[in-house]
């Protein structure tokens, strides 16, 4: 994906782009513990979240000594990696996490995997057993630097105490430059223990082989300017990495500068403005058909931090088939690797927009602006009112319309997380993101159990926002254990569960390509919700009718700590339109359902 988040961790360093903490050797005869510290304050580091453990215990001693650093006791390492997780998609900041070793070290697996699919920066630390014993299955004991090899940009086994300050400032700069991502770090219980003087925290490090292209090749660019000149059904197609750039002001000076109608990925909502005439909505399985029908009928389709994911592509060989293809990527290995790509440009998606932005010529194609225009006013997404059932589409129009009034009045950004299933769809299709970092979710590993956790992070990250984990009735209790965080740290979190009893997403494929077997997808009616969040002592409360909602949600949405809302929803709702898996994304299923029209007439091709 696109570029790193660097330059916003930038500003947690000194100008001339040193470290806080770097500069002369230190005196001191410091442990292994105490200069893992050190080098975290160095970097800027202001919270961990993490869970002890005895090979982590001299760390959790040194931590106690230095009041500088703000650590978050989780319930579950899962929720100590999904919360550093969400703080890093919420800041573009590294997220800091710490586990001790063997099953302590193995529960962050799953987050580093949601993690590196999604770009996002982040930094584990993992306790293991004394270098002496490593191999030897000593108590609690796991390869976990073997484990995650596969699932972290990279990792790194400390078996040295004087390594630790260079170890550590290298996963930093890899985590947060380049193409961004999870970065491990093992420590073994006699390098924390171990002392050293001398210390000094290095200002940067040089990786063998890690140089990361920023700037786009000039030739790449001028041709790339020639085939949006030349071209008469453009496509402009984001990814994550645009809002991992900070590229959103160029993206939008791009479009409207040739009129580029604009779709994105899941993971680049927020980076180009919803109520916008250029906007097509989300592409891919769960697309509009504007969105779809543009990429299948456009003869150039530039991409932008995107990776062309088969959720997004369906059919390789039916997507865009006649286009041109234009791929802004800050990873080389993207390019390529899924679709032909006639003009490749590696390079930092903000550095590479601004270079051939004036590259490029005002135009407009009026026709093709008018179908896609026409497309939008007869295909727009929209669902049957019952007064008797809270439609889910609905508790998401209403949640949008709500957060809307409460940001009007109390001047609250407010940014949703999710979790996995038919509500982060129904949220990625009804909630107009405005702003970039203002949906939080699990795009390419869809993890069930992220939405909590990561809302943690975001509301750590952002006191100052009102942070709304919108989560269905699977999703919460895979890690709802992590409510007594919310509740310890008196963080305002607002937890709406989209209660539909089934697991809302596998009981729709059951239904469509299962003969309606649904085997094991019911949740029936589950736990109280209520008595749950009181347990926890937090307030909630529970609403069954379309006209309850509204004051509920405000209710939710105003209240000055924690709340959680249990919304029961019409149980076998489907979210459309879908893309069956191995279709082509012109091959929707429930476009009428979806929007009451049906398909569409043919296109006039343009461009051979």
């Known amino acids: 994906m696109e570029a790193a988040a660097a330059s916003a961790w930038d500003e947690r360093h000194q100008p001339n782009g040193q470290p806080v903490g770097a500069g002369s050797p230190t005196t001191e005869t410091l442990t292994g513990a105490d200069v893992l510290v050190r080098c975290l304050e160095a970097e800027g580091v202001e919270v961990i979240f993490g869970y002890p453990g005895g090979a982590v215990l001299p760390i959790y001693d040194a931590i106690y000594n ?69 191999g030897r299955d000593a108590f609690q004991e796991a390869d976990i630097t073997g484990i995650t090899m596969p699932i972290t940009k990279h990792n790194f086994l400390v078996q040295r105490v004087e390594d630790l300050p260079h170890i550590i400032r290298a996963a930093f700069t890899l985590a947060t430059t380049g193409r961004p991502g999870p970065v491990l770090v093992d420590l073994p219980k006699d390098v924390v223990t171990a002392t050293m003087t001398g210390f000094r925290y290095p200002a940067r490090v040089r990786l063998r082989g890690y140089k990361p292209t920023l700037h786009g090749h000039p030739r790449q660019l001028e041709a790339a300017a020639r085939e949006i000149a030349q071209a008469k059904q ?19 000076a791009l479009a409207e500068r040739a009129q580029l109608p604009t779709t994105s990925t899941l993971m680049g909502l927020g980076a180009f403005p919803p109520d916008h005439p250029l906007w097509l909505g989300m592409l891919g399985m769960h697309g509009t058909p504007a969105a779809n029908w543009a990429v299948t009928h456009c003869d150039l389709l530039i991409a932008v931090g995107a990776r062309f994911d088969d959720r997004v592509t369906g059919r390789t060989d039916r997507f865009a088939p006649r286009a041109r293809i234009i791929h802004i990527d800050i990873d080389p290995a993207e390019i390529g690797k899924n679709v032909e790509v006639h003009v490749p440009i590696v390079g930092d998606a903000k550095k590479v927009l601004q270079a051939l932005l004036p590259l490029v010529e005002p135009k407009e194609e009026p026709a093709w602006l008018a179908q896609i225009a026409a497309w939008k006013s007869q295909y727009r997404l929209r669902y049957q009112t ?10 998401v129009d209403r949640l949008a319309a709500k957060a809307e009034e409460h940001e009007a009045a109390t001047g609250r950004e407010v940014v949703l997380t999710a979790d996995v299933g038919q509500h982060q769809m129904w949220a990625a299709q009804f909630y107009p993101f ?8 699990s795009g390419g590993l869809g993890t069930m159990g ?37 509740r310890s740290q008196r963080l305002p979190v607002k937890v709406i569960i989209m209660n539909n009893r089934y697991l809302g997403m596998v009981r729709q494929w059951q ?88 398909q569409p007439a043919p296109v006039q091709e343009v461009r051979t």
């Open 66 to 134: 230095h009041s500088s650093l703000r650590h978050i006791l989780v319930r579950h390492e899962a929720g100590a990696v999904h919360a550093a997780d969400g703080y890093a998609r919420a800041t573009g900041r590294p997220g800091v996490c710490l586990a001790t070793s063997g099953p302590g070290a193995t529960n962050l697996v799953t987050g580093l995997a949601t993690a590196y699919m999604d770009s996002i920066p982040l930094v584990a630390f993992t306790g293991n057993v004394a270098t002496s014993l490593i």
């Open 234 to 252: 453009p496509v402009l197609y984001l990814g994550g990495g645009v809002i991992a750039a900070g590229a959103a002001q160029e993206v939008l």
């Open 386 to 395: 019952r007064s008797d059932e809270i439609m889910p589409q609905e508790l």
């Open 434 to 441: 405005r702003r970039p970092r203002s949906y939080i979710n």
């Open 450 to 486: 992220f939405g909590l956790p990561a809302a943690i992070g975001v509301q750590v990250a952002r006191p100052e926002a009102t942070v709304v984990c919108l989560t269905g009735d699977g999703s919460i209790q895979m890690n709802i254990q992590e409510l007594d965080v919310v």
């Open 511 to 598: 239904e469509l390509f299962y003969g309606r077997r649904y085997s094991h997808s019911a949740l029936e009616e589950g736990p109280d919700f209520i008595l749950l969040a009181q347990a926890y002592g937090i307030p909630a409360a529970r609403v069954d009718r379309p006209s309850q909602l509204d004051a509920a949600l405000e209710e939710a949405l105003n209240h000055p700590g924690p709340y959680l809302l249990d919304v029961r929803v019409r149980p076998e709702e489907n979210c459309w339109p879908m893309v069956p898996a191995g279709g082509a994304i012109d091959e929707m299923l429930g476009v009428e359902e979806a929007t009451g029209a049906g």
